[in-house]
């Protein structure tokens, strides 16, 4: 059986530890403290080697939208036809009473036309009208779907 002073000091368990001296209790929990900061030391070191985690991607991130309709030169005719060619078919559309399939196909012939020109001489004039034809429409649906409705409920 090995005696006490045989074992090395840092190796002991707590029942041999207390028959020792207060030297070695010391020395033990310097050694512990020491331990404690080199672990806090290398996980410091390790944060601070380690690279910043990427920004964490939303999927309601909208600002794809607002760059487009900011920079783009079809996001800027969308802008403007919201609010001049848009309205403007609108209206033709609405006080021409035309059905809405009838609405339909002439925007489309319209836009095809338009879209053609476009393609051939790129102004931001035929931008704005191949914009504003299919806006108007939009608009126009509403329009009709209750017209239609009231003309149906009237029974005319």
């Not at 969308?78 to 809405?100: D, E, N, Y």
């Not at 931008?127 to 504003?132: D, Y």
Request: proline fraction near 6%.
């Amino acid at each position: 059986m090995t005696s006490p002073e045989d074992v090395p000091w840092w190796s002991h368990d707590k029942s041999v530890a207390d028959l020792g001296d207060d030297d070695r209790q010391e020395d033990r929990e310097a050694l512990t403290d020491a331990a404690a900061d080199l672990r806090y030391a290398a996980e410091y070191m390790r944060d601070a080697m380690t690279p910043p985690a990427p920004p964490k991607e939303s999927n309601w991130d909208f600002t794809w939208f607002t760059n487009w309709v900011k920079r783009s030169d079809n996001g800027v005719a969308c802008k403007h036809a919201l609010w001049s060619v848009g309205p403007a078919w609108m209206i033709f559309l609405v006080t021409q009473r035309f059905p809405i399939e009838t609405a339909f196909g002439i925007t489309f012939l319209g836009f095809v036309v338009i879209g053609g020109w476009h393609l051939r001489v790129e102004r931001k004039a035929t931008r704005l009208l191949t914009w504003g034809l299919p806006i108007g429409l939009v608009y126009y649906t509403p329009v009709a779907i209750v017209f239609g409705l009231a003309k149906f409920l009237v029974g005319g």
